[in-house]
């Protein structure tokens, strides 16, 4: 826990206020340039992975397991995916 906490100090202290103007903007608006579905697995790390910074890419954790064989896992896929409003505001967007 005590790593959490001087986690989000440093980022407090350091890097929100070295990227101040990005997170200004952020705050106002997003425009994605990819969506990124990956799994809840804390070993992916979508940012590290793609080098991107906040705001860059949409984000959707799946904690669903299950690779889809037939169409009935597939509609259970994609029912889980499109059910966040955020998702379905920001897919119309990304590019």
Do not use: Y
């Amino acid at each position: 826990m005590q790593k959490l906490i001087e986690g989000f100090k440093k980022f407090q202290t350091e890097v929100f206020r070295s990227k101040k103007g990005l997170f200004d903007r952020l705050a106002h608006q997003q425009h994605p340039r990819a969506l990124f579905i990956t799994c809840s697995d804390s070993r992916i790390d979508p940012c590290l992975l793609t080098q991107t910074e906040p705001g860059e890419r949409f984000i959707l954790r799946n904690g669903w397991r299950g690779a889809g064989r037939s169409r009935t896992d597939l509609e259970k896929r994609w029912t889980l995916i499109g059910s966040s409003p955020d998702f379905r505001h920001a897919a119309r967007k990304v590019r």
